[in-house]
């Protein structure tokens, strides 16, 4: 700890009376002030220390400050100083990578050395959001009603959720009209979509989160309230506003996509590094997940090919249905990979309420999921957003 240099630290200060530091503990540094709002921007305007006067706010207001901290992808440290500290409030705050609490009253010297080891603990000055550690956004979508995508989507968010990484992830079900990934999940959609259609130029990470529903510790989803009329009454702009702040605020984001293009579906698809086709293994969705793989790859014009991912394989052939070679043959190209059949799974984790790697952990269904996505996720991102 020690001597860290406060020339030119940007330090984001929640509440008036701390402008007094700017001549004795802060000199200096390049300090703003601000209200619990602000922190909103950190993700697009990143600052090296936030200081925030627990004196100067009301008890909701600090709370939905450190909610909106934890929140953050890449959080600056914290340091919360005041009189009457709230435990709960501090307890929470604690929890964030790298904050400290200091009681008031205080000296100019305690508050300088208090400052000084957070900044000494995070490193380098906050780098860009570019620089940041990047998100990765994989689409998810049937070649067919009923091909899985869905399930997919939610098992996949699940098990990149459940790596070691401590990665975030978002599940975004974009079937805005009537979606199933909440229901699948046992959970409740929170996004009233006539609401979100009214914030959207305004959408940012503290606004998201009003609309996001907690499933893990790990994983979240973000889906719309069902609503007939919501492809018409949410814009194409405020569906790209989602995602650009949901890649901000997330490590992963998962879509889980309606095979029916919308006047967003291409730029959404286009800022995503995988698409995955979903494909049951009959003939006419083969013929289907060839011909809407073409169309998309065609579309985006970006070089980005979608995978074909082949759902419900059976581990004995009964019947007519075709093999993955036979599958492969149809689709005039290789499969990236395929997911057994498991349907007392599927069925008993959807009636449950959970992802099948909760209620079935064992299924072939969960083992599959996890090898496309240690193989996908360990491969360099195919498209850089930032570019
Ligand atoms: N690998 C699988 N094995 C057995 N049943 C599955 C499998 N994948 C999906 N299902 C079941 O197929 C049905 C349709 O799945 P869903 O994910 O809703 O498809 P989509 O979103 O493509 O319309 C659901 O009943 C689901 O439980
Ligand atoms: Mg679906």
Known sequence: MGNVRLQGRRILALGQSLALHAKGALAGADLELGSVVDLAELPLRPRDLVLIDADAWEAPDLAAAVKTLSALKSCPPVLLVGESLPTGLVRNLLRLDNSDVLEAP????????????????????????????????????????????????????????????????????????????????????????ADFGQAAERLDAAMLQAFITPISKQLDLLAGVRDPGAFDAVSREAVLRMLEVACECYDWVILDVPRHRRPWTLEALAGCDEVLVISELTVPALLAARAYSDEIEHALGSGLKPRIVLNRLASRMFGPAPSMAEAERALQRKAEAGVSSDWEAAAASANLGGPIAQHRPKSKIVKDVQLLVERLAGAPARNSKAA
Not at 122 to 137: H, K, T, W
């Open 106 to 193: 205080f000296t100019e010297e305690q508050l300088l050395s208090a400052v000084q080891g957070l900044l000494a603990a995070a490193g380098p000055a906050a780098a860009s959001p570019q620089a940041a550690g990047e998100s990765r956004c994989w689409a998810v979508t049937g070649a067919v009603g009923g091909a899985g995508a869905t399930t997919l989507a939610i098992e996949i968010a699940t098990a990149l959720a459940a790596r070691p990484t401590g990665e975030r992830v978002c599940l975004i079900d974009l079937n805005l009209a009537d979606g199933a990934a909440a229901a699948y999940l046992g959970a409740q959609a929170a996004m009233r979509l």
